[in-house]
């Protein structure tokens, strides 16, 4: 029962253009939700978060949008530059809770 | 300041065979966890750790067991490996387990079962 989707394993766009990176959820008992990066043979790493009582978040290039009626968030990322390429997580969690439940992820590929 | 490490990097094991991964993490973290990776599943947590000597079951626990003897390190079990154990482990730590707490992963453990 996956309660975090992404259901675009994969994304291509050029340098300078923005990413916009898709995730959709089951459980309306979630409040936070949190985007990592992943290089090859790396581990994931923290990019941006957003609470539930938000509907936007920004950190530079980087913002999260949140539609709770939805149960959708995105990530949008402006411009997109070629270092950004990797694969992209989004995560979910109940605010009081340990059990943090992972997307399976979209690669971005940002082109030269 | 190596951040949270794992052992080893790589293993192959035969069908039932036993081993233990650790991981180490020297920021002091108070949490710990355990995931493991497979193609088209994102991340599952296996087991993890609000303190030095206490564990506690995640989504995927069957199969795996852990321990926290010491704050710095979380190690995972497999009493007898399986082929459906065949996956990409991480561990991670972090400061709290509440809220929109960040978590620091390794680099992994790709483990294969034959």
């Known amino acids: 029962d996956q309660q975090v989707k992404q259901n675009s394993p994969s994304l291509s766009v050029q340098e300078g253009r923005i990413s916009i990176l898709n995730c959709d959820y089951t459980n309306s008992m979630f409040d936070y939700f949190l985007w990592y990066k992943k290089y090859p043979a790396e581990g994931p790493t923290f990019l941006i978060s957003?609470?539930?009582?938000?509907d936007k978040n920004e950190d530079g290039r980087f913002t999260v949008f949140l539609n709770k009626s939805a149960k959708h968030l995105s990530l949008h990322i402006v411009p997109s530059q070629p270092g950004d390429s990797a694969v992209y997580f989004c995560?979910?969690?109940?605010?009081?809770?340990?059990?943090?439940?992972f997307g399976a992820g979209t690669r971005l590929t940002v082109k030269p | 300041n190596a951040g949270v490490t794992q052992t080893p990097k790589f293993r192959v094991l035969k069908t039932g065979q036993s081993m233990t991964l650790l991981c180490a993490q020297d920021?002091?973290?108070?949490?710990m966890y355990w995931y493991r990776q497979d193609p088209g599943m994102g991340l599952r947590l296996i087991h993890y750790s609000v303190g030095e000597g206490t564990t506690a079951k995640g989504e995927v626990p069957d199969g795996y067991n852990v321990s926290r003897l010491k704050k710095q390190n979380f190690l995972l079990g497999l009493e007898s490996a399986a082929p459906s154990q065949t996956s990409v482990y991480f561990c991670?730590?972090?400061?709290?387990?509440?809220?929109?707490?960040?978590?620091?992963f390794g680099p992994g453990t790709r483990l294969t079962v034959t």
């Open positions: 957003i609470s539930s009582i938000k």
């Open positions: 920021m002091n973290h108070e949490y």
């Open positions: 995560a979910a969690s109940v605010g009081n809770n340990n059990d943090m439940r």
């Open positions: 991670a730590s972090s400061v709290t387990g509440f809220g929109d707490y960040e978590q620091y």
